[in-house]
Structures are given as structure tokens and as C-alpha cells.
């Protein structure tokens, strides 16, 4: 069982507001990445780090930001929301050696208005 | 950058019928992997598949590493309802020992016959 968690679930926000979304690994991954998916589509990956203080950008453009301070814990912010923000984010984790597996969170469905 | 070509796209099915999907790829990968997810929920790994013509079988699913090393494909026997939902399919390499970042195919979508 992956232990891997995002908060919030759904967020609803007004243009032009700060957001930071969470996420948390109790598995003592080094590897976590974020995803964006619009519903039912291909994932995009817009952010990954390999440990702690190493961030790197994804395949995907994004405006968001990420940090890792800490091992299991690898935020994103977006300093000023757009609608074209609107998506589901997903984040994922998986050891630096040996297998491939990533292991997702259930994602932060957000809407911005 | 790699690609992966997931097929097919949308599927709709029928309780009790076998249901195939492939991914091909132009380049090689040393693993594939299949996973699942259920609409407004994260992806969940199904199958990891690590050696060439490997066959892994998970409850009614089987899949398989292609010899080339650049395909793969999931079987679902006898579907039931709580089958639908999108199959993404993803193809990773290891450099070193080290991982590379997953490739992901665009997804195929399984619906119940109306």
C-alpha cells in the first residue's frame, strides 16, 4: 500500500490568489514528482526532484514552483492563479535506485475562477 | 523526446468479455508498467514488468514485455463493471543504476457498453 498524500483534495479559487499544494511520502522515497492531467487525459510531468534541495524542471511548461526541504515533503506553489491553472495536479514518488515504480497520490483537483 | 503509442484509445465492454491493449514505443525501455485509475483519483500501479518477454499476471490481468523491449500489453479476462476506467501505460530505463523518469503512454479508456 503506497503512502502517499495530497492536500487539498479539490480547491476553488479566485484569479490571482497564492496556492500551495501539499504533498507527503512516509515510504522514504528520494524521487517525487508533480504531474498536471486535464480529467481523463495524458499525464505531464512539470516538476521532479531527486532529494532533498534538488528540484528540476518536467517535460511541461509550468508557472508553479516547487521545494523540497525535507524528504517527504515536495510542494508546489503557484504565486498567482490563472483559470488556464485549472487541472487536476498529481504528485509521485519512487526510489532513486533500482525500480521504476512510481507510486501517486489521489491529486488536488483545482478550479480556478 | 521518447514517445509512446498506447492503443486503443477507447474501448467499450461488455461484463465477462477479454479486453486487450498495447503500447509500442521507437525506442527500448528495461521497464514497463501498467497502471489504473478510477476517475478524480491518482493512478494505481497494476503490473511492473523488469525483463524482456517477462509475462506477469495480477488476479484476471496478465501483461507482457515485449522481446524487442520496445512493447508491452495488458490483458483483462473476463471484465466486470468495476474494470472501467483509464489504463495508462509507461515505459522507464535505468542509467547506471539509476532511474530515469517514467514515459507515459496517453491512456486508454475503458467504458461499459451502453
Known amino acids: 500500500e503506497a503512502d502517499i498524500y495530497q492536500t487539498p483534495r479539490y480547491l476553488v479559487i479566485g484569479t490571482g490568489k497564492k496556492i500551495t499544494l501539499e504533498c507527503s511520502q512516509t515510504?522514504?522515497?528520494?524521487?517525487m514528482y508533480w504531474y498536471q492531467q486535464d480529467p481523463g487525459m495524458e499525464l505531464h510531468l512539470i516538476h521532479y526532484?531527486?532529494?532533498?534541495?534538488?528540484?528540476e524542471k518536467g517535460d511541461l511548461s509550468s508557472e508553479s514552483t516547487v521545494s523540497r526541504i525535507r524528504t517527504e515533503h515536495f510542494p508546489l506553489t503557484l504565486e498567482s492563479a490563472r483559470p488556464s491553472h485549472t487541472s487536476q495536479y498529481l504528485c509521485?514518488?519512487?526510489?532513486?535506485?533500482?525500480?521504476?515504480?512510481?507510486?501517486f497520490g489521489p491529486g488536488t483537483r483545482l478550479t480556478v475562477l | 523526446g521518447q514517445q509512446l503509442n498506447q492503443s486503443p484509445q477507447s474501448m467499450f465492454i461488455q461484463e465477462g468479455e477479454d479486453v486487450s491493449m498495447n503500447c509500442t514505443s521507437s525506442?527500448?525501455?528495461?521497464?514497463w508498467l501498467w497502471y489504473k485509475q478510477d476517475p478524480g483519483e491518482g493512478p494505481v500501479l497494476l503490473i511492473a514488468?523488469?525483463?524482456?518477454?517477462e509475462l506477469t499476471s495480477n488476479g484476471r490481468l496478465t501483461a507482457q514485455f515485449g522481446i524487442t523491449r520496445k512493447d508491452s500489453f495488458l490483458n483483462i479476462s473476463a471484465s466486470i463493471p468495476s474494470d472501467v476506467g483509464i489504463y495508462f501505460c509507461?515505459?522507464?530505463?535505468?542509467?547506471?543504476?539509476?532511474?530515469?523518469?517514467?514515459?507515459f503512454g496517453k491512456g486508454t479508456k475503458l467504458s461499459v457498453k451502453p
Open positions: 509521485a514518488s519512487s526510489e532513486t535506485l533500482g525500480f521504476n515504480e512510481q507510486f
Open positions: 515510504m522514504g522515497h528520494d524521487k
Open positions: 526532484s531527486y532529494g532533498v534541495n534538488s528540484t
Open positions: 525506442s527500448i525501455f528495461n521497464t
Open positions: 514488468l523488469y525483463k524482456a518477454g
Open positions: 509507461a515505459g522507464g530505463m535505468n542509467y547506471g543504476g539509476s532511474q530515469g523518469n517514467l514515459i
